[in-house]
C-alpha cells in the first residue's frame, strides 16, 4: 500500500489562502486515483475533492466549489489542495486518501473508496 504524509496546514485569517501537499511513497503513484477529505472537530469525515490518476478528471465538493481546487504532480508523487477564500467553517483536520483505481472521476467520492490514508494536517480558519 502507497504511504500518505499531508503538509500545509495551519492558522490562516479568513479569506486567506493555504495550499496543503500530500507526498505519496511505496507504490506507484500512477496507479492511484487520489482524495482529500476533511474532518471538523466533533463531526464526521467528510469528502473534499479526488483527482484521477492522469490528473485529468477531478471532483470537488459543493461546499468548497469555486474555492478549492485539487490537482497533482506525478513526477513528484505529491497532490495538493489549494483553498483559497477561506471560511471559519474550513476548520478541520485534512486527511489525504488513495484508492487504487485507474480511471476518471465522475462523481463524491465516500472513505470507502480510499484504501490508504494520511494522518492528517490541521487547517484552522480564524474570523
Known amino acids: 500500500q502507497v504511504q500518505l504524509v499531508e503538509s500545509g496546514g495551519g492558522l490562516v485569517q479568513a479569506g486567506g489562502s493555504l495550499r496543503l501537499s500530500c507526498a505519496a511513497s511505496?507504490?506507484?503513484?500512477?496507479?492511484?486515483?487520489m482524495g482529500w477529505f476533511r474532518q471538523p472537530p466533533g463531526k464526521e469525515r467528510d469528502f473534499v475533492a479526488a483527482?484521477?490518476?492522469?490528473?485529468?478528471?477531478?471532483y470537488v465538493a459543493e461546499a468548497v466549489k469555486g474555492r478549492f481546487t485539487i490537482s497533482r504532480d506525478n513526477a513528484k508523487n505529491t497532490v495538493y489542495l489549494q483553498m483559497n477564500s477561506l471560511k471559519p467553517e474550513d476548520t478541520a483536520n485534512y486527511y489525504c486518501a488513495a484508492r487504487f483505481e485507474k480511471s476518471s472521476i465522475t462523481r463524491a467520492l465516500g472513505q470507502a473508496d480510499f484504501g490508504s490514508w494520511g494522518q492528517g494536517t490541521q487547517v484552522t480558519v480564524s474570523s
Open positions: 511505496g507504490g506507484t503513484f500512477t496507479n492511484y486515483a
Open positions: 483527482i484521477s490518476w492522469t490528473g485529468r478528471t477531478t
